[in-house]
């Protein structure tokens, strides 16, 4: 059990070099500009860990543990701006309903 377990972690490893044949193509670099680009970042990453075949359960389980908290907090920071931008636009329209 422990000798299959080395051997897909070295499996693993390789794999994530692109020693193996058909490398993996390296993903364009993505620029993070919004909370939603975030969560959909943190949604490939989940899918990508879920099917990674060579990650033992707990490893899997610890990974969308992390991403999910992450995206937890992406998705509050977005809901606190979109609150933020509309309380702006109405303290916006107020003012400009009182200098008339």
Do not use: C, F, Y
């Not at 993903?27 to 993070?32: A, D, G, H």
């Not at 919004?34 to 959909?40: E, G, K």
Request: aromatic fraction near 0%; charged fraction near 35%; charge should be positive.
């Amino acid at each position: 059990m422990l000798i299959k377990h080395r051997i897909r972690r070295l499996e693993s490893v390789v794999q994530s070099v692109g020693l193996q044949e058909g490398r993996r193509s390296k993903p364009p670099p993505r620029k993070l500009q919004t909370a939603q680009d975030v969560v959909n970042l943190l949604e490939e990453q989940m899918e990508a860990v879920r099917a990674e075949p060579w990650a033992g359960t707990l490893e899997k389980a610890r990974a969308l543990d992390r991403l999910a908290d992450t995206a937890r907090k992406a998705i509050e920071a977005s809901s606190t701006a979109a609150r933020i931008e509309l309380l702006e636009t109405i303290l916006k329209q107020r003012k400009g309903d009182g200098q008339r």
